[in-house]
């Protein structure tokens, strides 16, 4: 059987999300754990841009954008309903300013900026979460979703910088949210340690 082929790194968000949808959707996959030092030749080969995640379709297409993978795993089947009501808004904060502003707090000394500014600005975008989830346990609804999924790898990476003083922000909805979405067994799934890939490796599945 040839399965797609999955090009990933465990800690990228982008990567995560695309793995999300991946399981979701129950689409087997060949996954290919990648050396962000020591990237393999196929993958350059399939997406010169080097950039995790790529997949690579059985009939040789390739897809190297996180939100098209999603969108490709969920439209062919999509059996826990994540894809219908997709907040493209929020995920287009998430993927515009906010991540422009985690990478400015979380890398400060790569980017030589101000991170407590970079945090603050972050941490605005983040009350808009707040209130997205007020009536609702998750951005999707009584349910996680494509929306939960497209943006909480961020958030994760953002809560990380610094949880001591993540935990003391006024954001409770955001929090329970966090905790309950990295909580679920998918997500758990998603986060498998598997050893760096190398050709002639034989396949591992994800998840």
């Given at each position: 059987?040839?399965?797609?082929?999955?090009?990933?790194?465990r800690?990228?968000?982008?990567?995560?999300?695309?793995?999300?949808?991946?399981?979701?959707?129950?689409?087997?996959?060949?996954?290919?754990?990648?050396?962000?030092a020591?990237?393999?030749a196929?993958?350059?080969?399939?997406?010169?841009k080097?950039?995790?995640?790529?997949?690579?379709?059985?009939?040789g297409?390739?897809?190297?954008?996180?939100?098209?993978?999603?969108d490709?795993?969920l439209?062919?089947?999509?059996?826990?309903?994540?894809r219908?009501?997709?907040?493209?808004?929020l995920?287009?904060?998430?993927d515009?300013?906010?991540?422009?502003?985690?990478?400015?707090?979380?890398y400060?000394?790569?980017?030589?900026?101000?991170?407590?500014?970079?945090?603050?600005?972050?941490?605005?975008?983040?009350?808009?979460?707040e209130?997205?989830?007020?009536?609702?346990?998750?951005?999707?609804?009584?349910?996680?979703g494509?929306?939960?999924?497209?943006?909480?790898?961020?958030?994760?990476?953002?809560?990380?910088t610094?949880?001591?003083?993540?935990?003391?922000?006024?954001l409770?909805?955001?929090?329970?949210?966090?905790?309950?979405?990295?909580a679920?067994?998918?997500?758990?799934?998603?986060?498998?340690r598997?050893?760096?890939w190398?050709?002639?490796?034989?396949?591992?599945?994800?998840?």
């Amino acid at each position: 059987m040839t399965w797609p082929v999955l090009y990933s790194f465990r800690r990228c968000p982008y990567a995560m999300r695309a793995r999300l949808a991946l399981l979701a959707s129950e689409t087997p996959c060949a996954l290919r754990e990648v050396r962000l030092a020591a990237k393999p030749a196929a993958m350059l080969r399939a997406s010169p841009k080097g950039t995790v995640p790529v997949l690579v379709l059985p009939d040789g297409h390739v897809i190297a954008e996180s939100l098209e993978i999603m969108d490709r795993a969920l439209v062919r089947h999509d059996p826990l309903h994540w894809r219908p009501g997709t907040r493209r808004d929020l995920i287009a904060r998430n993927d515009g300013p906010f991540k422009h502003h985690l990478d400015r707090y979380k890398y400060a000394t790569r980017y030589q900026s101000d991170a407590l500014h970079h945090r603050a600005e972050a941490l605005h975008i983040l009350h808009g979460l707040e209130a997205a989830l007020h009536s609702a346990p998750f951005l999707h609804g009584v349910q996680a979703g494509m929306t939960d999924a497209a943006i909480a790898p961020f958030v994760r990476q953002f809560a990380a910088t610094d949880p001591d003083w993540f935990a003391t922000c006024p954001l409770p909805r955001v929090q329970a949210w966090l905790g309950a979405f990295l909580a679920m067994p998918l997500f758990t799934r998603g986060m498998e340690r598997v050893a760096p890939w190398r050709e002639g490796d034989a396949p591992v599945l994800l998840g």
